[in-house]
């Protein structure tokens, strides 16, 4: 089966959006490497981040266990970076308890809408 192994993440400051991620999940950035700047989440997916001088903005969904959520929620309060429960940015400093578990949407600086969600999508999102 073919396995996902990187995204290339147009942003107009790749250090900055690349330390912004790895900062909120508790992980290193990794260093440049040709034009890019790699973040590696566990399944060793890559997210490399390049300089674009006009980036357009995307989704992206990092799936956490409960005390990665809980720190990554933590440092988000922190810096207070504002964040919704919903990506339609509905819920402004509430999380969601979809699929049993919690999940909550910020954006990155370039504008990207990031979401740390406890719980894989199902069929029935269950509560808000």
Do not use: C
Request: hydrophobic residues 35%.
């Amino acid at each position: 089966m073919p396995a996902l192994n990187h995204l290339i993440v147009h942003v107009k400051d790749k250090d900055a959006s690349a330390e912004f991620l790895a900062g909120i999940l508790g992980i290193e950035a990794g260093p440049q490497w040709g034009p890019f700047r790699p973040v590696q989440m566990s399944n060793g997916v890559t997210l490399d981040f390049i300089g674009t001088p006009n980036p357009s903005t995307t989704h992206y969904a990092f799936l956490v266990d409960d005390q990665e959520f809980d720190a990554s929620f933590d440092r988000i309060q922190k810096a207070g970076i504002p964040y919704y429960a919903h990506p339609s940015k509905n819920g402004r400093g509430e999380i969601n308890h979809l699929y049993g578990g919690r999940g909550v949407y910020f954006e990155d600086p370039n504008g990207h809408l990031l979401e740390l969600i406890t719980k894989p999508y199902g069929d029935h999102p269950g509560q808000d």
